[in-house]
């Protein structure tokens, strides 16, 4: 049986945007999972919180920009509340989302959906929050 | 006494509710909210990228109007305390947050974090106290078995909200005693309920609240109480949840309903 050790590389174009967004240090992860074993939405995920920084930490940052879990992330801040090494997982989805949004078409909500959101009773501050998280 | 009060987009539309009790419970116990001149939206969601500065301006309007009048700023809204919150803490400690903010609102003097906001319920805890509002009660609340469904965005990051300890809270069980209603304790009441996530990912948000409402159940509660709307919406639409096992209000409602003071019906 062979092992070997990889070494974090975050000196990507990608990583380097991510860390300067997100003001956070993704080698300060030591993968213990406290994150996911908490993360209340990890049925909406494709990728879980902690393999998120672990892909973070080997420059997959594409095979993030395509996940369903940027997008099932409600930002309630217990991963963050509770990580042992003060990392702010909310703040790299956070990043992660802001680097598909901000590029030019790529707005995750649609206009077009809001009158029937507003049938549904939702309360202003649910559509607020969905055109600040959805919409650069 | 005096403080300014910060509404919030919701409180004026989907949760008048919550705001009608509220002002009338603190008419009632001698406190004077103010509503702020020109309060604009908070945004609903605090900017987490620190190199969004736009999405802030609004939240340092209301903190400087506070502090110019020398009050403290009240707020309702589980969100609304949040954000502003948050980006009060960024004007005392991010130097680079402080100077873009101010070298655009070209305030007379510039603000540097100097207001104290304060939500509703730490202005019952706090300034009020819950002994004096016990004594305040005119209808109890006895028999009621009433869960508190906390949320997120009060309580946590606890080292900038500093509202309660974030795993084991007690300000809305300390509340609801006061109003002499019977607490019930469950496991769920700091999970989250799943926010804005109910505007595209349903199904997603329908596991997150059927697991604190069926907790809540389990535990024999037959009402919850929360601060925020959006919590309130997407509880009520969970599957599981059939009114008359349990109801959902604002912890401001039962306030108001303890304190006998008239709240419009809708």
């Known amino acids: 049986m062979s092992r070997e050790k990889i070494t974090p590389d ?35 995920m494709d990728i879980l919180p902690h393999q998120v920084i672990r892909l973070l930490q080997l420059g997959q940052v594409d095979k993030l920009l395509n996940s369903e879990t940027i997008w099932s992330c409600a930002s309630c801040f217990t991963c963050a509340s509770r990580c042992p090494r003060d990392v702010d997982i909310s703040k790299l989805m956070e990043a992660l989302r802001l680097m598909v949004i901000r590029v030019k078409g790529s707005n995750k909500l649609k206009v077009e959906k809001i009158p029937k959101l507003l049938q549904k009773n939702m309360p202003q501050q649910g559509i607020v929050s969905g055109f600040r998280k959805y919409v650069k | 006494m005096n403080y300014s009060y910060y509404p919030g987009c919701t409180l004026k539309t989907k949760a008048r509710d919550l705001e009608e009790s509220a002002l009338n419970s603190a008419q009632a116990l001698g406190v004077n909210l103010v509503e702020q001149e020109e309060w604009q939206c908070c945004g609903a969601v605090y900017p987490l990228a620190s190199d969004e500065i736009a999405t802030k301006l609004s939240s340092v309007r209301s903190l400087v109007a506070a502090h110019e009048k020398g009050e403290k700023l009240v707020t309702l809204c589980s969100a609304c305390h949040q954000v502003i919150k948050r980006v009060n803490h960024d004007m005392k400690t991010k130097e680079d947050i402080r100077d873009k903010v101010n070298n655009y609102l070209q305030l ?146 039962l306030l108001a309903e303890a304190l006998d003071v008239d709240v419009k019906e809708d």
Not at chain 1, 22 to 35: A, G, P, R
Not at chain 2, 177 to 202: F, H, M, Q, R, W
Not at chain 2, 223 to 252: H, M, Q, R, W
């Open chain 1, 10 to 44: 975050i000196t990507q174009k990608e990583t380097v945007k991510i860390s300067e967004i997100s003001e956070e240090n993704i080698l300060d992860c030591l993968q213990c999972s406290k994150c996911t074993a908490g993360c209340p939405a990890i049925h909406g």
């Open chain 2, 108 to 253: 007379k003097e510039d603000y540097q974090g100097e207001s104290k906001v304060i939500h509703y319920l730490e202005l019952l805890r706090d300034d009020i106290g819950f002994e004096a509002l016990a004594k305040k009660v005119k209808v109890s609340l006895e028999g009621r078995k009433i869960a508190a469904y906390y949320g997120c965005l009060l309580l946590r990051p606890k080292e900038i909200m500093e509202f309660d300890d974030p795993e084991r809270p007690t300000v809305l069980e300390d509340f609801l005693e006061c109003l002499g209603a019977n607490v019930i304790n469950y496991p769920y009441k700091t999970e989250c309920c799943g926010g804005y996530l109910s505007i595209d990912k349903e199904k997603v948000v329908q596991k997150m609240v059927n697991n604190i409402i069926s907790s809540a159940l389990e535990q024999g509660a037959k009402e919850i109480v929360t601060a925020c709307p959006l919590c309130k919406y997407n509880l009520e639409n969970s599957s599981l949840y059939n009114k008359e096992d349990i109801s959902i209000s604002y912890f401001t409602e």
